[in-house]
C-alpha cells in the first residue's frame, strides 16, 4: 500500500506510532481547493464551498480519498499546505467502542480506488451507483461509510440515499458535531 507512513502501519491506526491511544474525539476536516475540479464539484453542490473531506487520525496524519493520489490514502496533515483556499475541522464524539470500529473501517478501505463512477454520476444519472459499495469511494462517502460502521450515523438515513456529496456530508456531521 503506497504512502503509508512507516511509523504508522496497517491495523494499527489508533496508534500515534507509539502504542494505542484511548480515542474519544473523531475529526474532519473539509477543505476547499483551486481548480476545475472544485469549480465543477461545487456547481454539482449548488455551491458550497468545500468540495473534499477527509479525517485527522491520531497519529496527525490524514487519511482520505482522491483521485490524485489514486485512492484511499494516509498522508501527512501537511500534504496541501498553501494549496487550500479554506478548511473546517469538525469534531465529533464517541464512544471508544465507536472509534475502534471507525478506524478498524477505514484501516480495511486503504489501497482501494477512487470512485470516479460516482462523481460523473453528479452530472450523468446513468453513471450513478450505491456509495455503500465498499469497491471504490471518494472522500465523503468513505468517511460516511465509516460513521455507519460504527452506528454514528443511523443505517437508515444512509439507505435513503443513493449518493452522497460532501454538502450532504457536512449537514449531517453538523448534527452529530461536538458543541464547542
Known amino acids: 500500500m503506497k504512502n503509508i507512513p512507516r511509523d504508522l502501519i496497517p491495523g494499527d491506526l489508533l496508534s500515534g506510532g507509539g502504542g494505542v491511544h484511548e480515542v474519544q474525539e473523531l475529526t474532519v476536516r473539509f477543505v476547499s481547493h483551486r481548480g476545475i475540479f472544485t469549480a465543477l464539484c461545487q456547481f454539482a453542490e449548488y ?101 455507519v460502521a460504527c452506528g454514528k450515523f443511523p443505517q437508515r438515513v444512509a439507505n435513503e440515499r443513493n449518493r452522497i456529496t460532501v454538502f450532504d456530508f457536512s449537514l449531517l456531521t453538523g448534527m452529530i458535531a461536538k458543541e464547542e
Open 47 to 147: 455551491g458550497f464551498w468545500a468540495t473534499h473531506c477527509e479525517v485527522r487520525l491520531p497519529s496527525g496524519h490524514h487519511l482520505g480519498s482522491w483521485y490524485s493520489k489514486g485512492g484511499v490514502r494516509i498522508v501527512p496533515h501537511d500534504y496541501d499546505a498553501g494549496e487550500f483556499t479554506r478548511e473546517l475541522y469538525v469534531t465529533i464524539e464517541v464512544t471508544d467502542e465507536q472509534a475502534r470500529i471507525f478506524y478498524a473501517f477505514l484501516d480495511n478501505q486503504v489501497g482501494k480506488p477512487y470512485d470516479w463512477r460516482s462523481i460523473v454520476g453528479f452530472y450523468l444519472p446513468n453513471f450513478r451507483r450505491d456509495w455503500q459499495r465498499r469497491d471504490a469511494w471518494f472522500c465523503d462517502e468513505l468517511i460516511a461509510g465509516a460513521l
